[in-house]
């Protein structure tokens, strides 16, 4: 019989010392321990390794899409590599978005292989993609018909030894939304029997390109349409010959002060006036005191041709009610016409070809002068006439929020030589050039449907409906019409309180003058000074042999036919 240790005795270092010996032989003869089994139903199979997407198995082809969105939330329209902005860029997110759903394979730099759209630090790419856009919009600019031209891929099967060049790695043969892609073509490339070109109708047949994007894109971004067939040397930039902005602003534009409604700067506009001003920018004219100078551009030549401009009120159709349609008659009043309020809504209106850095912001600019009487109409003469004003006079640019790059218009050029640009007369969407691209948009019933959808008609078409666009632009303009109502009531509540305000009785000569911008106040610049008794900005000309100069460039440059177009 094994005798027992009398451990009473022993020192604690020895008791250790002991306790060590036995767990190490304890171990030496004892199998390994098995992991405790996991509780019944939650163990997870370890993710299978994505399968590989081979580009080469698709068809691609150029099309052009038409997109809007609200520009508060980023940072301007165009991306530009090695520079991080505060906020994203649009041209970033729409890239994202291409890359998440596989309608886009870039030719990435050797070396910088991209990770499919699932690597948010993935650099955005155009090479390879045949990438062209129309407009460039800045920080806190709206766009409602941004039009960018791209090859993507298709539904079409795929012809025998027709194919992308390259083969790119990334994720399984499902999209983002659980959404089967279309079928593979690896059993038609194996199939000699199949016909060597399937019935395939490039409209009806094709994928849903508004809803797929639509899908993974910010609600502030919207795709509203797409073209099937734009010219095969289709350019977004260079084939677009009109671009359409509107800027809009109240009347008044600012809270006027008690008993002093009508007198200079306190907020109420002269329309008639600003109407007058506006209508001396339409033509050829040099707009160099109507623009921000880029000297890295060397750009020379500053006639840009105007088409129309204008100053319009927004007309109750024009109103968000009345795109409601059905039950819109509940809002409205006596005569039949929908309620409209004070202050009223105006914008203003300008179409031309092409136009410089800033140069919409700055007509406004001096629109506004004009219309708080601190300028007369014939400022727009004197600020063209680039004889008598050969630098633009030191005065800000108009606020950036409330202008919107409205539409982007890219005529037949069977016609082109057929437009007519004369004054169209008070509504904007008469005259000018008349787009020539055949837009399929969202809703409509070839291409503009999610087919995949098996939806009863009449429920939704991807225009109407649930998760149809106009839900969602319902939801961004309901919370912004609830905080309007709120901030609203709240001024009446204030202004109705206390005793009648004073202030009416106060001589404003001693006040300082207050100047509207476009912005939610307006700035205050002491005793007013008139734009041409202003300090002087040095010429165009001057500016860029500056420049030149320090850079070592050749000035000025040799002369080339294509116009420079640095937009808004």
């Not at 927004?314 to 039949?336: I, K, M, W, Y």
């Not at 300090?535 to 036919?561: C, F, H, I, W």
Request: aromatic fraction near 10%; charged fraction near 25%.
């Amino acid at each position: 019989m094994a005798t027992t240790e009398d451990y009473t005795t022993w020192s604690s270092e020895s008791l250790i010392s002991r306790l060590r010996a036995l767990e190490s032989a304890l171990g030496r003869t004892q199998a390994p321990a098995t992991a405790s089994p996991t509780v019944p139903g939650k163990f997870k199979k370890p993710p299978k390794a994505p399968k590989p997407f081979n580009a080469s198995r698709y068809s691609t082809r150029l099309i052009a899409l038409k997109f809007a969105y609200l520009g508060g939330a980023y940072n301007g329209f165009e991306h530009h590599a090695n520079n991080s902005t505060p906020l994203p860029t649009v041209e970033e997110v729409l890239w994202r978005a291409l890359r998440k759903v596989r309608l886009t394979f870039p030719a990435f730099p050797e070396g910088k292989a991209g990770g499919h759209g699932k690597d948010e630090l993935e650099e955005v790419c155009w090479e390879g993609v045949e990438y062209s856009k129309c407009g460039r919009t800045d920080k806190g600019v709206s766009a409602f018909g941004q039009v960018v031209g791209l090859r993507v891929r298709s539904a079409r099967p795929l012809v025998k030894g027709k194919g992308l060049a390259s083969t790119v790695s990334g994720a399984d043969d499902k999209d983002v939304n659980g959404m089967p892609n279309e079928a593979s073509m690896e059993d038609i490339l194996s199939d000699e029997s199949a016909p060597e070109e399937p019935s395939f109708d490039p409209i009806k047949d094709e994928l849903p390109y508004i809803q797929l994007l639509n899908r993974v894109l910010p609600p502030d971004i919207r795709v509203l349409a797409w073209c099937p067939n734009p010219p095969p040397d289709f350019s977004a930039r260079f084939n677009c010959r009109e671009r359409r902005y509107r800027y809009f602003f109240t009347n008044p534009a600012f809270a006027p002060l008690p008993g002093n409604a009508h007198k200079r700067g306190n907020g109420w506009l002269d329309i008639n006036a600003m109407q007058s001003a506006a209508k001396k920018y339409e033509g050829l004219h040099d707009f160099r005191n109507f623009c921000k100078i880029d000297a890295s551009k060397q750009i020379e030549n500053f006639e840009r041709g105007v088409f129309h401009a204008g100053v319009h009120r927004v007309e109750a159709e024009d109103q968000p009610a009345s795109l409601v349609g059905v039950g819109a008659e509940a809002n409205r009043g006596a005569g039949g016409q929908l309620s409209t309020s004070t202050p009223q809504l105006y914008w203003f209106e300008v179409r031309g070809s092409a136009f410089l850095w800033h140069q919409v912001r700055h007509l406004v600019a001096i629109l506004f002068l004009v219309g708080q009487d601190w300028e007369k109409p014939e400022l727009v003469d004197q600020l063209l006439d680039v004889s008598m004003t050969p630098g633009r006079p030191m005065y800000d640019m108009a606020s950036d929020v409330p202008l919107v790059l409205w539409d982007c218009i890219f005529p037949d050029l069977e016609k082109l030589q057929q437009a007519d640009h004369a004054d169209d007369g008070e509504r904007s969407h008469a005259g000018g050039y008349e787009d020539g691209l055949e837009w399929v948009y969202v809703g409509d019933n070839e291409g503009g449907q999610d087919r995949a959808k098996k939806n009863p008609p009449g429920v939704e078409d991807g225009k109407y409906g649930r998760g149809g666009v106009m839900d969602d632009l319902w939801v961004l303009w309901r919370q912004r019409k609830m905080e309007e109502v709120l901030a609203g009531s709240l001024m009446n509540v204030v202004r109705r309180q206390g005793k009648p305000s004073k202030l009416r009785d106060v001589d404003f000569a001693l006040k300082s003058d207050r100047v509207y911008d476009g912005s939610e106040l307006p700035r205050t610049v002491g005793t007013y000074m008139p734009v041409m008794q202003r300090e002087r900005m040095e010429s165009p000309d001057v500016v860029n042999a500056r420049y030149a100069v320090r850079k070592g460039l050749q000035y000025p440059r040799p002369r080339t036919a294509a116009v420079d177009d640095i937009g808004e």
